[in-house]
């Protein structure tokens, strides 16, 4: 797994400048609606972002109260409207949720598209443009992106690269990685996670897709034989507001939550990179695991000819499909963005 690189010194100076602030901002309180509770993300950065370090750099002069979309009684398909609505001033929710509203919410996250971190960070960062405008016109304000643990596929049988995906029953979570799995030849299956691991050992599935170390945490290791330590996709979150709070919101108040807010959506950048290679090392009984107990699965690495396949289909196949259902000035946004970085263009 590639690192993604965030300077003490970036972050210090994000800090400084904050305290620097912290003198002549006005007592502001904020409401906060962040991710799924349950999840790292959220527990290790997002919540004590919110809670401890906004006050702590603020000088007590800004406060605020989290609580995760999922103990509120939330989905998470619903979460953008809300924020749009003014119904949730301040909100974290997954991109993917909204693939069906509009598929510039699939675009930087197309399964197969970004094969590590690094490339998933980049097709992010220049995509931000194009989601700043799009949301502005929904009433939202876009704060920043971060990203889950990479989604990748756990198997049984003979599976020693993605070639051999091609006839098997494959567990998947969202249009894009059901389109992937059938552009290799394989079936794409809907179970929900709860119902994976009996659905793996009695071979209702062969393979089955989730991050590598929420796959460890459900014991996946137990009923699956193979690791394959290429991401499938990501999972980015948008960090947002509704754009009439954040525009009564003073300048000083905006300046602090916007470097803030970036500095915190880097350290999940971070934490991510940390988690999935974590879920690579345990599942797999490595050396470098420190958890308690250590799977025993075998860690499948891509292979040339898999990078080969692995952009014959998203060029060919995936991309393609996702240009059908875009607008053509969404393809348009993608070409102008990401084709730089990924060396082909979408065609509708």
């Not at 400084?16 to 309180?29: E, F, R, V, Y």
């Not at 897709?209 to 999972?235: C, D, F, Q």
Request: charged residues 20%; neutral net charge.
């Amino acid at each position: 797994m590639k690192k993604i690189v965030l300077t003490s010194l970036a972050l210090g100076s994000l800090a400084l400048g904050s305290a620097a602030l912290a003198q002549d901002l006005p007592k502001t309180s904020l409401k906060v609606v962040g991710g799924l509770s349950n999840l790292t993300a959220y527990q290790n950065t997002e919540q004590p972002f919110w809670t401890k370090k906004v006050p702590e750099l603020s000088g007590g002069q800004i406060t605020a109260d989290i609580k995760g979309f999922n103990d509120m009684g939330l989905k998470g398909p619903e979460i953008m409207r809300l924020i749009g609505q003014g119904v949730i001033p301040f909100g974290t929710a997954t991109l993917a949720y909204f693939a069906s509203d509009n598929s510039i919410n699939e675009a930087i996250d197309l399964a197969g598209l970004a094969p590590d971190i690094n490339v998933a960070k980049k097709l992010t960062d220049a995509f931000t443009p194009a989601y700043e405008q799009f949301y502005a016109k929904n009433n939202v304000k876009v704060l920043g992106f971060s990203t889950y643990p990479a989604q990748v596929l756990f198997c049984n049988g003979n599976f020693n690269g993605l070639s051999d995906l091609k006839g098997k029953k494959v567990r998947t979570s969202s249009r894009t990685q059901a389109e992937f799995v059938q552009a290799l030849g394989g079936n794409s299956v809907t179970i929900p996670f709860g119902e994976v691991v009996p659905a793996l050992q009695n071979g209702v599935v062969d393979c089955a897709i989730t991050g590598s170390m929420s796959g460890y945490s459900a014991k996946w290791y137990e009923v699956s034989s193979k690791l394959y330590e290429m991401p499938i996709n990501w999972n980015q979150q948008i960090h947002a507001a509704n754009l009439g709070s954040w525009n009564k919101l003073d300048p000083k108040v905006q300046e602090f939550l916007a470097s803030n807010i970036k500095a915190m959506t880097e350290e999940i950048w971070v934490a991510a990179a940390k988690e999935t290679q974590e879920g690579y090392d345990c599942n797999t009984g490595a050396d470098a695991c420190t958890q308690p107990v250590k799977g025993k699965m075998t860690l499948v690495k891509p292979t040339d000819a898999d990078r080969e396949l692995l952009k014959k289909v998203m060029s060919e196949t995936v991309v393609p499909k996702w240009a059908e259902r875009s607008s053509a000035d969404t393809v348009a946004a993608f070409n102008t963005s990401l084709s730089p970085i990924l060396g082909f263009e979408a065609k509708k």
